[in-house]
C-alpha cells in the first residue's frame, strides 16, 4: 500500500471516483469536454498544493485484478486496519454498528462477516453482467419473503445470515475471515467472471460458496417474488468480508469521504460526473481551498479505480510553482487517466 498518512494528520478529504478511465490514445472529445468543465477551486487547489504522491499500477500500486478500491485501502488504513486485497472487514464494522456479536454465534469464532447484495445477473452473447443492485428497488415485505426463503440453505452450509437493509444482508462464519472477495463497485456494470469468489479455480470455502450461490440462482429463478418483476433479482454477491482486527494499527484518522460522484461514475455517464464534479467543486474544494489559506493543513486524494493521486496543502517547491506558471495543468491530465494493461 503506497500510500502513507502524514504524521501532522491534515484534515484528510477523500474523493472516489475523481478520475476518470479513459482509452489510450485519449480521445479528442473527451479532453474538450474535460478541459471545458469549470472547476475554479480545484484548479486553485492542484496549482497551490503540492503533489504528493501518485500511486499505480504494479509493482508498487493497484494490480488490475485488485479486489479492492483505491478508496476503500485508503479508508481501511485511516481506521488502522492490514490492508489486504479482498478482505477489508466492512460487513463486520457494520455488524458491530448494529450490536452482532461472534458470542452469539460460536465461542471463540473469529467475528467473521460478509456482506449478501441481491442482484441482477444479465446474460448477453455468452457474457454475464452485474446490474446495480439499487435498480431492483426492494420493499421490506420482498426483501423479508427471499430472506426466508434462502437463510435455511446458508445454514446448512455454515452460514448465519441476519437482515440488514433491504436487498442487504450480513452473513456470519469463521471461514469468511480468509475469503478475498471483489469490491460490490468493482462488479457493477461488468462482466463478473474475473470477479467471482476463488476466480477460475475455486477451493474450500471458495467452493462452497460458488456451489451455494448456484443453488440460490435456481431457487430465485422460480421464486414467486420474480413472477411480476421486470428485473428479476436472480442471484447474489458477497462482499465486504474479513475479521475486525483485534488491535488496530493506530486511532481511527478522521476522513472526509465524498461519495458525490460515486452514481454517475459507476453508470459511466460523463456529463452527470461532470455536473456532480461541479458540486465536489463548490461543498468540498472551496473550504479545503479556505481552510488551507488560513494555515489549516489540508490532503485531498483523488481516487480511481485503479489508482490515486494525492495533494497537500503544502506549498509546491520552485521549479514546480515556475513550470505551473507558464503550462498551467488541464483538467485533461488532471482527472483522465488510462487503465492498466491486463
Known amino acids: ?11 484528510l478529504t477523500v474523493l472516489p471516483y475523481a478520475l476518470w478511465t479513459a482509452p489510450q490514445p485519449k480521445p479528442v472529445a473527451l479532453t474538450q469536454v474535460l478541459n471545458d468543465a469549470a472547476l475554479p477551486n480545484l484548479c486553485a487547489w ?14 508498487t500500486g493497484w494490480a488490475p485484478a485488485a479486489l479492492s478500491l483505491p478508496h476503500e485501502c485508503l479508508q481501511a ?37 460478509g456482506f449478501i ?5 444479465h446474460v448477453s452473447n455468452g457474457q454475464v453482467t452485474m446490474g446495480h443492485p439499487s435498480a431492483l428497488a426492494l420493499d421490506d415485505a420482498t426483501d423479508l419473503a427471499l430472506f426466508n426463503a434462502m437463510a435455511p440453505f446458508f445454514a446448512e452450509d455454515g ?7 433491504p436487498g442487504r444482508w450480513l452473513v456470519h462464519s469463521p471461514v469468511l475471515a480468509n475469503v478475498p472477495t471483489a469490491s460490490l463497485e468493482r462488479v457493477i456494470g461488468r462482466n463478473i467472471d474475473p ?36 428485473l428479476s433479482i436472480n442471484s447474489f454477491w458477497l462482499h465486504g468480508t474479513g475479521a475486525l482486527p483485534a488491535c488496530p494499527a493506530h486511532d481511527p484518522v478522521p476522513v472526509n469521504v465524498v ?23 463548490s461543498e468540498v474544494m472551496a473550504p479545503v481551498l479556505a481552510a488551507a489559506a488560513q494555515g489549516q493543513p489540508q490532503r485531498v486524494v483523488l481516487c480511481g479505480e485503479h489508482e ?22 488541464t483538467l485533461d491530465t488532471l482527472l483522465a487517466v488510462t487503465a492498466p494493461k491486463e
Open 117 to 121: 447484495s441481491l442482484c441482477n445477473w
Open 46 to 59: 492542484v496549482a497551490h498544493s503540492q503533489r504528493h504522491v501518485v500511486a499505480q499500477e504494479a509493482p
Open 259 to 281: 461519495s458525490h460522484l460515486r452514481d454517475s461514475a459507476l453508470q459511466q455517464d460523463l456529463m452527470a460526473w461532470l455536473a456532480a464534479w461541479k458540486a465536489v467543486d
Open 77 to 113: 488504513q485511516a481506521l488502522g486496519w492490514p490492508v489486504l486485497d479482498g478482505c477489508l472487514p466492512w460487513a463486520a464494522q457494520r455488524a458491530a454498528e448494529i450490536g452482532l456479536e461472534a458470542a452469539s454465534f460460536e465461542a471463540g469464532a473469529p467475528a467473521a462477516w
Open 1 to 11: 500500500m503506497p500510500f502513507v498518512l502524514p504524521a501532522s494528520n491534515p484534515a
Open 159 to 165: 452460514f448465519t445470515l441476519r437482515r440488514d437493509l
Open 308 to 329: 490515486h493521486h494525492v495533494y497537500d496543502s503544502a506549498k509546491p517547491g520552485f521549479w514546480r510553482r515556475l513550470r505551473g506558471h507558464f503550462k498551467p495543468p
Open 195 to 230: 470477479w467471482l469468489v476463488g476466480g477460475d479455480a475455486p477451493s474450500g470455502s471458495a467452493k462452497l460458496l460458488r456451489r451455494l450461490q448456484n443453488e440460490m440462482q435456481m431457487l430465485l429463478y422460480t421464486h414467486a417474488v420474480n413472477a411480476h418483476r421486470a
